[in-house]
């Protein structure tokens, strides 16, 4: 049984929240036929720690052998990261990249005595489905399970076949319901198909009547509403950043994104000329932070050359993450600042082609106060955009208490007082800030910077005159094991 303050193998300790969540999954959990919760709670509240404590218990008294974590592709190395940090039990890890005759074989090698951990994004596993179900997962998570929360896509065919095949089953959200009550129906057939049934048909004809044009728009009806309700909540625990006192103020959250082969290739290009060019040239601050604006405009997906000065997108690593944000943070505000207008301009697009309200302040804005009023008192404004070097002051954004940090300039000072526009006077509930970074690339050198308070611009230029490539973020910056 889990014990409230004790008996959970993680190195730290867990919140009461956090120790309330692994309390109830005891409780649905119940040897020896397992089961399935709903884990619904918000970002910043840990839940990838809570899940992390739920398994290292199941492990320790031998309920599993075998864990599968399935997730959108941008946060398969937060799961990597977070068990390197928190697990305090004996695993074996293999996140599966490359092609699929790849991760065929990595799924086949994953054996041993230890804990064995698969973690595979949503795409790959309807793919790899045969193989899955062969390696026989004990327990699987589903994180950010709207992601299937259409009941006739193939990932949604395919987590309710593997969960249907495995004992314990976690599916992890803020919340479950991203539209419309409907969507719950998926993402319980994975979790428990006892609490909803297992045809989608029969549970829309029960709770929903279709009106509208065609009979397409389902709409609850009346006298299922407190059925509906007492079933959704039978298996789920529900946390959030206002009714979580305990968490601290200020939460730093590094979501760490791959680059696509072809911007990496470009990328892994650019910091060869940038070296070569300083090699043959003075090396000053302004040369080295020249070069460094340039890989730093490609990690958020644009680039422009000499030839042509206009940038072209060559990535949408970091737009998609940000969507998949957007998508787990669902009816709560955000606050996204990035640093480029082209930046600025691609998550315009998104937002509107997601029929997402904003307000948006960068340089060429002059109706600052209009657009903070709207962000901070109309509810149908969802998201406020803000350019790091215009709107980091003298603003106050309390409506949002998550902030994602899309791209950084160098500016400590920036940095600083751009996280101050939500914690500040008036704020309720702890700040969550979300720092998109491209795995292995300048973004990584700029945020330890900004982190310890360091001179970047010093750093690089003492670098490059001792005859040290200073773009290269791992070859300093992680010599010693160290994580920004």
Known sequence: MFQTGQGFPVKTSLYRHQLEACAFAEKVFKPPDGGGVALLMEMGTGKTLTSIAIIGRLWIERRIRKVLIVAPLSILGVWEEEFQKFAGFGYEMTVLTGSLSHKGEAIRSASGHSSQVLVVN?????????????????????????????????????????????????????TVITNKPIDVFSQYRFADPAVFGGSFYL????????????????????????????????????????????????????????????????????????????????????????RLLRLSQLTGGFLGSDED???KQVSSA???????????????????????????????????????????????????????????????????????????LGITLTAASTMVFYSLDYSMSNYEQTKARIHRVGQRHPCTYIHLVAK????????????????????????????????????RMYAAGNDV
């Open 122 to 174: 949503y795409e790959s596993a309807w793919r790899l489905e045969t193989e899955l179900l062969r390696w026989h997962p004990d327990c699987i998570i589903a994180d950010e399970c709207h992601k299937i929360k259409t009941h006739n896509a193939r990932a949604s065919k395919t987590m309710h076949k593997l969960g249907t095949a495995a004992k314990y089953r976690l599916a992890l959200t803020g």
């Open 203 to 290: 549970f829309r004809n029960r709770y929903f009547d279709m009106t509208g044009y065609g009979k397409y728009t389902p709409v609850m009806k009346q006298a299922m509403e407190t059925e509906f309700t007492k079933r959704l909540h039978s298996i789920a625990f529900r946390a959030t950043k206002a009714e979580c006192l305990d968490l601290p103020d200020t939460t730093d959250v590094i979501q760490r994104v791959d680059l696509e082969p072809n911007a990496l290739r470009a990328y892994r290009q650019l910091v060869k000329d940038s070296y070569t060019e300083l090699q043959d040239g003075a090396v000053t601050v302004s040369n080295v932070l020249t």
């Open 309 to 311: 000065p206009r940038p």
């Open 318 to 392: 970091k737009l998609d993450a940000l969507e998949e944000i957007l998508e787990s943070v669902d009816g709560q505000k955000l606050v996204i600042i990035a640093r480029f207008i082209p930046e600025i301009q691609a998550i315009e697009a998104m937002l509107t082609r997601k029929g997402i309200r904003y307000a948006i302040i960068h340089g060429g804005v002059t109706d600052r106060a209009a657009q903070v009023t709207a962000f901070q008192t109309d509810p149908t404004v969802q998201v406020f955009i803000g350019q790091i070097a215009t709107a980091g």
């Open 440 to 475: 292995g690339t300048v973004d990584e050198q700029v945020l330890k910077a900004l982190k310890n308070k360091a001179d970047l611009a010093k750093t690089l230029v003492d670098d490059c005159r001792a005859g040290r490539n200073p773009f290269d973020p791992y070859r």
